[in-house]
């Protein structure tokens, strides 16, 4: 059994520990808005905020998030009035809306630790990218200036989970 809140509800999953977050997330957890996409980091569809980190559900196990801090699109806001969705919606950003949830989730940990929207690298196959792209620079735009708020202290994950940070650490080719 590995305990983990999840969008604030503390949830107890009595799966093989080797099972990724993503399939708990939809299958235990009816929580279908974090997408199938690749099964390999690559698209980003999967992405939910683990303790403060974007980070791609479908290479993360449940076995390494034991206390873990996880979010998922439902948990954003209950009305959609979180200013990455906000900034989505005046953007226009969605055309068939599959990455969108992963998009999002990757903008709101961006706006919550500051950085540089060249960070996010999750894929849109369909066409919507500059137009997400516009919605990131808003809603980093919306976003309290980093500067002025104290830095929060991170927790070191390290052990725990990898954020997929490059294909070159993992042994994937360049895209």
């Not at 983990?4 to 235990?28: F, G, H, K, Q």
Request: charged residues 20%.
């Amino acid at each position: 059994m590995v305990k983990m809140t999840v969008n604030s509800e503390a949830l107890d999953y009595r799966i093989d520990p080797a099972t990724p977050l993503l399939w708990a997330l939809r299958e235990e957890s009816n929580l279908t808005g974090t997408k199938y996409g690749c099964d390999d980091r690559r698209c980003g569809a999967c992405t939910v905020i683990i303790d403060g980190q974007a980070v791609r559900s479908c290479v993360v196990t449940v076995g390494q998030l034991e206390g873990a801090q996880v979010t998922t699109i439902e948990g954003l806001s209950a009305d959609g009035s979180h200013p990455a969705q906000q900034a989505w919606i005046a953007e226009q950003a969605v055309m068939c809306g599959f990455c969108e949830p992963g998009f999002i989730m990757a903008t709101a940990a961006l706006m919550q630790r500051g950085g540089d929207a060249n960070s996010i690298t999750n894929i849109c196959h369909c066409g919507a990218q500059p137009r997400i792209l516009k919605a990131i620079a808003r809603a980093l735009q919306s976003a309290a200036p980093i500067p002025s708020r104290p830095a929060p202290a991170e927790p070191d994950n390290s052990a725990r989970l990898s954020l997929g940070s490059s294909e070159e650490e993992h042994g994937l080719p360049n895209r």
